[in-house]
């Protein structure tokens, strides 16, 4: 398995997309940072490198829904794979090598764009002003949750014969624990009144507080805080605000992802038919 990890980072070192990737991290942590500074400017209000330090939690499974399916589809359009089989290379060793360079450029690209955010925006926004433990907490789960999406991934990815299928598939999958993440959020954010205006005989406006009929009552939010968490699209909106507010679920449901995707992906892929 050293000798095919060792492949794949040299495949890395050469490939065009990894440097693409690479660079639009560090131009996108730098972007967020200008930003807020131009904010502060305008509108005249403090910000502080909180805003922006975990930014990338927000879009690192959409940079990886493109990247992984065309780094590693190529294996399947130019036979690596099969070739790998050939020279004797065992079928889990290539996919846990496979898995292990997908988590290895996530955390190059994270990492990328928060030395960006430390080169740009200590000089313009100043540095963090939460605790050392909140970063740790946060730079922890969001390890964990970026793990997780190169895990759903790259099951994806390898057990799907064509390049542009896995593209698809991953990059509609994005979205859908997206739209996902933002309605539970919502669904939890949801005031339990709201307020109602009429207009009196006089003229005059009143208002009434009526009782906000989506609103979770407390034997339902559990769930829905649940499936918030196991969504990795939900951790990156706690993760990029610093505020994750169950961390030891959060941490569980991230390994019960990383664990269910590359234990039945692996499975998948033994069984897989390469022609």
């Not at 400017?41 to 909180?50: P, R």
């Not at 740009?120 to 002003?129: E, N, Q, R, T």
């Not at 939890?188 to 009144?193: K, N, S, T, V």
Request: net charge neutral; hydrophobic share 55%; aromatic share 14%.
């Amino acid at each position: 398995m050293i000798n095919l990890l060792s492949a794949n980072l040299f495949r890395l070192k050469r490939s065009n997309l990894f440097w693409t990737a690479f660079g639009l991290s560090a131009g996108f942590g730098a972007f967020m940072c200008v930003t807020r500074y131009r904010e502060q400017f305008l509108y005249n209000y403090e910000v502080s490198l909180d805003s922006v330090f975990f930014g990338w939690a927000m879009v690192i499974g959409l940079v990886l829904s493109v990247f992984l399916p065309l780094f590693f589809g190529t294996e399947y359009s130019d036979g690596t794979i099969r070739n790998k089989i050939i020279a004797g290379h065992r079928r889990h060793a290539i996919y846990w090598a496979n898995l292990m360079t997908a988590l290895l450029s996530a955390v190059v690209f994270c990492a990328t764009y928060m030395l960006a955010c430390v080169v740009v925006g200590i000089p313009l926004i100043g540095w963090l002003s939460v605790k050392t433990s909140v970063v740790l907490l946060n730079g922890l789960e969001a390890f964990l949750m970026t793990a997780a999406w190169c895990a759903v991934f790259t099951a994806i990815v390898m057990n799907c014969g064509r390049k542009s299928a896995s593209a698809v598939s991953c990059i509609l999958l994005f979205l859908l624990l997206f739209i996902g993440a933002f309605t539970v959020y919502q669904m939890l954010d949801a005031p339990e009144f709201y307020p109602t205006y009429s207009l009196t005989v006089d003229g005059q406006v009143s208002s009434v507080m009526e009782p906000n009929p989506v609103y979770l009552t407390e034997d339902q939010r559990p769930f829905y805080e649940f499936l918030l968490d196991l969504n990795p699209m939900g951790q990156a909106v706690q993760c990029a605000d610093l505020a994750v507010i169950r961390p030891i679920q959060a941490v569980l449901c991230s390994l019960g992802v990383i664990t269910a995707a590359a234990a039945g992906g692996a499975a998948l892929f033994q069984r897989k038919d390469l022609k």
